[in-house]
C-alpha cells in the first residue's frame, strides 16, 4: 500500500496505538483552537487555557514522557504568542521549582543515610505490641515527618519498616492481607494527611506560597503552622480509626513481629558520628525554613542543605544525579509557567467568575457551598493528576473566586493532598502499591471513606478555626 | 530457535511455564523467561527506585524478583539447567541491570546454551515487542487473556509467532488441531505442528475448513501434504474436511480438548488492525491453547 512494507505500517500502527491519547489531545486542542473566544476572555487567555486542557489530558494519560508534555506547554506558550520567549523562561524558574529540585536531591541524601532503623526503634517504644497502637503510630509518625520533609521521603523510609513486620508476624501473606492493608495504608495516608502541616512538606505548598506573593501575600512558615497543623494532629486518629475499621487485622498483638524487629534493629549498624552531622545538617535547613523562608525563600534553604550534604561527602552528586527525576521538575516548572500566564492572560479571573456564575446562587445562600466547590475540584485534579501540578494551574483561578485569597488558596493547597482514591496519584500511595501488598482497588475501597471525611473536616475546619485566628 | 516465555505470577503462570519448556525442549531452542513488571507512573518512578534500593538493604527483593526464583526452581526441578547451576541456588547476585529497565541473569541450559531470565517493567505490549524485535525470538509463549485488545495487539505488534497458553490443563489428554489451507502459513504451521505433536507425543487433526461445498485443489493438496509429512514423522494423524465458516469450525471442532495450530493471517496490517483476521477470531473464542505461525 502506498509503497509501504507490511512491517513499516505495523510500525505505524503500533506508534498509533501507544499515541492514541497524544492523538486524541491534539484533536481536542485544534478543535478547541478553531471555537470563537468565549465572550470576556482575550484571545490569549483563551489560548492559555487550551493549553491547559491538552497538558492536563497528556499528564493523565501520559503518551509521551513528562518532559517533553514540559517542552509542549513551554512552546506553545511561545507559539501562540502568550509570551516571548525570555518572558516564558523567567515564568519556568522560580523558588518553587527551586525547592521542588531541592527537597527531590533532600530525599535522596536523607534515605541514603539509613535512619530507619532509628525511627523503626522509636515506633515500637511509642507504641509497644498493640496493632491498633502501632497502626496510630505508623500513621502519627508518618504525618508528623512528611509534615517537615515530604511525603515521598517519609513513604521511603516507613515501608521497609512495616514490610518487616509483616513479615516476621507471618511468612503467609495470606494469613496477614489485613495487617499489611491497615500498616501500608496508614503509612500512603499518613503521609498525605501530613504534608499539608508546613510550607516544606510538599512542592504544592511553595508553589501556592509563590502565588500568595504575587497576589501581596505574605505567610510564615509558622503562620502557615498555626493554621494547618491542628488539621493534621485531627485527622491522625480518625484516618487509624477509619483503616482498622475498614481492613480488620488478623491480629490484635503483634508481639513476635514486634520483639523480631527489635531484633533485626539491634543487629543493624549503630548510631555514627556521620549519621549525626546529616542530622544536624537537616536540623539547620529546618530551622533555616522556619525562621528565613520568607526572606530567603524554601527552595533556597532546601539546596543550600544538599550544598552542605554534598561538600560533607554525605552525598555524591552522582547518586542525586541518578535519583532525581530532573523530568518531573522540568514538567512542574512547565505547569508554574501556565499558572502565572493564566493569571496574566485573565484567564484565571475569566474562568474564576465562570464558577461563580454557574454557583453564585448557591454560595450566597450556602455559605460553604464556595469552599466545598473548590475542595471537589481540587480533589478530583488531585486523584489524576499530581498534586503540585494541580495546585499550580488550578491555583491562580480559586484564589479569584472569593474576597479572601488567603482562604481559597490555603483550602485549594489543602484539599490537593486527598489523593487517597488511586494508587498513581501521590507519590506515597505509588510507593506503597509498588510493594505489591495492596491491589488497586483497596484504595477505592478506604480512600471514599478517608476522603469524604478529610473533605467535610476541611470545609467545617476553615469556616470555623481560621475565623478565630486570624 | 529461539523461545520468549513470558511469566506473570507465581500463581497463574505455572501452565505457561510448563507448556513454554516442553516445546522449548521439542525444538532444542534457546530460552528466555521474561516476567514483565506493571508500569509506575513516570511520577513516581524514581522515588520508587530508590524506596526499593531501601528495601534491598532490609533483605526485600525488588517484585518480580520471586517470580524469576520461582522459574528457576521450575526450571532446576525439571533439569533444564546444568547441576552446577541447580546446586549453587538462584544466582541473585549476578543479576544484570540495563539501562535501568531490564534485568537478567545468565544460565547454562542441558538440552540448549541458553537460559536467560529477565525482568522488565512497563506496559507489556510494548515490552515483549522490543525485546523480541531486540533478540530476535522466534516464539513468544504467554498466558490467556480475557481482554479483546490484548489479544489483538499480541497478534498484530509481537513479531514473532505466538502461543498462547489458554485454559490449559495439565491432567487432559490433548490432540492437535492443525487448520490446513492453500495460505502461504500453513506450511510453516505444519513443520510446527510435528515438532509440538512429538513434544507433547500426542496426535494430529489436520482440519480443512472450505467456504463452499466443493473443496478447492490447493485445499486438497495442503491436507495431502501434510499428512505426508506426520505420516513420515511418526506421527498420528487424520484429515478432518469440513464446510462453514472457517473460524467457527475451528473453535467448534477444537473444543477444550485440543492445541489449535494455525498459520498468521496474511491480511495487510491496515485490514487487520480495522477489520481483525481468523487468527484473531479463534484466538479470542476459542477455549484452549492456541499457536499462531508467523
Known amino acids: 500500500m502506498l509503497g509501504f512494507s507490511h512491517r513499516s505500517l505495523t510500525n505505524f500502527l503500533f506508534w498509533v496505538t501507544q499515541k492514541k491519547w497524544f492523538l486524541v489531545t491534539m484533536m481536542v486542542g485544534l478543535i478547541l483552537l478553531f471555537l470563537p473566544t468565549p465572550v470576556g476572555l482575550t484571545l490569549s487567555g483563551y489560548r492559555t487555557i487550551i493549553i491547559v486542557i491538552t497538558a492536563l489530558l497528556m499528564i493523565i494519560t501520559e503518551p509521551i514522557p513528562l518532559p517533553a508534555i514540559a517542552m509542549y506547554i513551554l512552546v506553545a506558550e511561545v507559539y501562540f504568542g ?77 515501608l521497609p519498616i512495616a514490610m518487616t513486620l509483616i513479615r516476621f508476624t507471618s511468612d503467609d501473606v495470606s494469613k496477614v492481607s489485613n495487617l499489611s492493608a491497615v500498616l501500608l495504608f496508614s503509612i500512603a495516608y499518613g503521609c498525605l494527611i501530613g504534608s499539608i502541616g508546613t510550607p516544606s512538606g510538599g512542592g504544592r505548598n511553595a508553589i501556592m506560597i509563590t502565588y500568595f506573593r504575587d497576589f501581596g501575600i505574605s505567610i510564615s512558615y509558622l503562620n502557615w503552622m498555626a493554621k494547618v497543623y491542628p488539621l493534621v494532629l485531627i485527622q491522625i486518629p480518625i484516618v487509624a480509626w477509619i483503616l482498622q475499621k475498614s481492613f480488620v487485622p488478623e491480629y490484635t498483638h503483634l508481639d513476635s513481629g514486634v520483639r523480631k524487629l527489635a531484633i533485626q534493629v539491634a543487629k543493624s549498624r549503630k548510631l555514627t558520628g556521620r549519621n549525626t552531622v546529616a542530622a544536624i545538617i537537616f536540623l539547620f535547613v529546618f530551622l533555616g525554613w522556619v525562621f528565613f523562608s520568607e526572606t530567603i525563600g524554601l527552595g533556597i534553604i532546601a539546596l543550600t542543605g544538599v550544598l552542605c550534604y554534598m561538600i560533607a561527602g554525605f552525598v555524591r552528586w552522582e547518586d542525586l544525579n541518578r535519583n532525581t527525576h530532573w523530568g518531573v521538575i522540568i514538567l512542574f516548572g512547565a505547569t508554574i509557567s501556565l499558572g502565572v500566564n493564566i493569571k496574566a492572560t485573565g484567564a484565571a479571573i ?36 499530581s498534586s503540585s501540578a494541580t495546585v499550580a494551574v488550578l491555583g491562580p483561578v480559586t484564589l479569584n473566586m472569593g474576597s479572601d485569597a488567603l482562604h481559597t488558596g490555603l483550602v485549594t493547597v489543602i484539599a490537593s493532598a486527598f489523593g487517597y482514591f488511586t494508587a498513581v496519584a501521590a507519590p506515597a500511595c505509588t510507593i506503597v502499591y509498588s510493594s505489591g501488598m495492596v491491589k488497586a482497588k483497596d484504595f477505592l475501597k478506604v480512600g471514599w471513606k478517608v476522603g469524604l471525611m478529610s473533605m467535610v473536616l476541611l470545609v467545617i475546619y476553615a469556616n470555623t478555626y481560621w475565623l478565630f485566628i486570624k | 530457535m529461539k523461545i520468549l516465555i513470558a511469566v506473570g505470577s507465581k500463581e497463574y503462570s505455572a501452565p505457561t511455564l510448563h507448556v513454554g519448556i516442553k516445546v522449548a525442549k521439542a525444538f532444542n531452542a534457546s530460552t528466555t523467561i521474561v516476567d514483565v513488571g506493571e508500569k509506575v507512573s513516570e511520577f513516581s518512578t524514581k522515588v520508587v527506585g530508590l524506596t526499593q534500593e531501601r528495601m534491598e538493604s532490609w533483605d526485600f527483593e525488588r517484585p518480580g524478583i520471586d517470580v524469576l526464583e520461582w522459574a528457576f526452581s521450575y526450571l532446576a526441578e525439571k533439569q533444564f539447567i546444568e547441576p552446577q547451576y541447580i546446586e549453587a541456588g538462584f544466582p541473585k547476585n549476578t543479576l544484570v541491570e540495563k539501562d535501568g529497565r531490564r534485568i537478567e541473569v545468565y544460565l547454562k541450559g542441558t538440552v540448549c546454551d541458553d537460559v536467560n531470565l529477565i525482568l522488565r517493567n512497563g506496559d507489556i505490549i510494548a515490552e515483549l515487542r522490543d525485546e523480541v524485535q531486540t533478540e530476535s525470538y522466534d516464539v513468544t509463549i504467554i498466558g490467556g487473556s480475557g481482554k479483546r485488545r490484548m489479544a489483538h495487539d499480541l497478534i498484530q505488534y509481537i513479531d514473532s509467532s505466538i502461543f498462547i497458553v489458554k485454559k490449559f490443563d495439565p491432567d487432559q489428554k490433548y490432540r492437535i488441531l492443525l487448520a490446513v489451507d492453500d495460505s502461504p502459513g500453513t506450511r510453516r504451521a505444519v513443520k510446527y505442528g510435528v515438532r509440538v505433536a512429538q513434544a507433547f507425543d500426542i496426535g494430529v487433526d489436520l482440519l480443512t475448513v472450505s467456504k463452499q461445498e466443493q473443496f478447492k485443489e490447493g485445499y486438497k493438496n495442503a491436507a495431502d501434504h501434510a499428512a505426508k509429512l506426520m505420516r513420515r514423522s511418526g506421527i498420528e494423524a487424520k484429515n478432518v474436511f469440513e464446510v462453514g465458516d472457517p473460524a467457527k469450525t475451528i ?44
Not at chain 1, 520567549?85 to 527537597?103: K, L, T
Not at chain 2, 498468521?264 to 491453547?289: H, I, Q, W, Y
Open chain 2, 251 to 294: 473453535v467448534d471442532i477444537a473444543g477444550n480438548h485440543h492445541i489449535i495450530i494455525m498459520g498468521a493471517s496474511t491480511r495487510s496490517p491496515l485490514k487487520k488492525f480495522f477489520k481483525g483476521s481468523k487468527p484473531l477470531d479463534v484466538m479470542e473464542n476459542c477455549s484452549c491453547p492456541i499457536l499462531i505461525v508467523k
Open chain 1, 82 to 158: 502568550i509570551g516571548t520567549a525570555n518572558e516564558i523562561a523567567s515564568s519556568f524558574m522560580n523558588d518553587a521549582v527551586f525547592f521542588i529540585m531541592g527537597s527531590l536531591m533532600l530525599a535522596v541524601a536523607i534515605i541514603k543515610q539509613g535512619w530507619d532503623t532509628r525511627i523503626a526503634l522509636g515506633i515500637i517504644k511509642l507504641t509497644g505490641n498493640k496493632t491498633a497502637n502501632i497502626v496510630f503510630g505508623f500513621t502519627a509518625i508518618s504525618a508528623i515527618l512528611s509534615s517537615f520533609i515530604g511525603e515521598h521521603t517519609v513513604a521511603a523510609i516507613m
Open chain 1, 350 to 385: 475569566w474562568l474564576a467568575n465562570l464558577v461563580i456564575n454557574l454557583f453564585g446562587d448557591l454560595m450566597e445562600t450556602f455559605p460553604l457551598f464556595s469552599d466545598s466547590i473548590i475542595v471537589l475540584m481540587t480533589t478530583i485534579l488531585a486523584n489524576v493528576l
